[in-house]
T-cell receptor, first 116, second 112 residues
Framework: GAVVSQHPSWVICKSGTSVKIECRSL??????MFWYRQFPKQSLMLMAT?????????EQGVEKDKFLINHASLTLSTLTVTSAHPEDSSFYIC????????????FGPGTRLTVL | KQEVTQIPAALSVPEGENLVLNCSFT??????LQWFRQDPGKGLTSLLL?????REQTSGRLNASLDKSSGRSTLYIAASQPGDSATYLC???????????FGKGTTLSVSS
């Protein structure tokens, strides 16, 4: 299957700082990328959908000014958590789809964010 | 709005047992359905993808079925092993290009 990478795999930051998470499709072009958040023992909740070259579409309840998404190329999307607070601590997972086969979505390994 | 439910939430079985995990979705108009495995603190591993026109998919000891009209899918695991212990997630895609909608998962524990 296609490979999606995320960087960093984990990050610890102080409250009030901003954190950028990168999501890359390594061997295919992803017209669409999705960002999910997963709290402990919970399922994945979709945060936003990003399409290359256009603004992201955010799910209800997700603050677009807090979670900045940029999808500047067909292989890279970034999620920036601005002015992070402890309640933003979570597991963030990106997913890519599009040109790669039959509507299958491929997931990155996730980024564990801890805000102190 | 599409909702995905997985039953049971947790399951413990001895090694060697065959088992079935259940997934149901409220709207039968789906594009495809995927089953994933997630180990603690890790990302998702795709197990099986079933297109809306398909009835089942098989990979090794895993078999997933899809009954779109009744809004159900099952994941059958044959001859379970301790290494199968993980959380299994079911997810549906409503339309091409849209995001997967996930159930809450079934946490499986296989004892040796």
């Amino acid at each position: 299957g296609a490979v999606v990478s995320q960087h960093p795999s984990w990050v610890i930051c102080k409250s009030g700082t901003s954190v950028k998470i990168e999501c890359r499709s390594l061997d295919f072009q992803a017209t669409t990328m999705f960002w999910y958040r997963q709290f402990p023992k919970q399922s994945l909740m979709l945060m936003a959908t990003s399409n290359e070259g256009s603004k992201a579409t955010y799910e209800q309840g997700v603050e677009k000014d807090k979670f900045l998404i940029n999808h500047a190329s067909l292989t890279l999307s970034t999620l920036t958590v601005t002015s992070a607070h402890p309640e933003d601590s979570s597991f963030y997972i990106c997913s890519a789809g599009g040109l790669a086969g039959a509507g299958e979505q491929f997931f990155g390994p996730g980024t564990r964010l801890t805000v102190l | 709005k599409q909702e995905v439910t997985q039953i049971p939430a947790a399951l413990s079985v001895p090694e060697g047992e065959n088992l079935v995990l259940n997934c149901s979705f409220t709207d039968s108009a789906i594009y495809n359905l995927q089953w994933f495995r997630q180990d603690p603190g890790k990302g998702l591993t795709s197990l099986l993808l079933i297109q809306s026109s398909q009835r089942e998919q098989t990979s090794g000891r895993l078999n997933a079925s899809l009954d779109k009209s009744s809004g159900r899918s099952t994941l059958y695991i044959a001859a379970s092993q301790p290494g199968d212990s993980a959380t299994y997630l079911c997810a549906v895609k409503v339309q091409a290009g849209t995001a997967l909608i996930f159930g809450k998962g079934t946490t499986l524990s296989v004892s040796s």
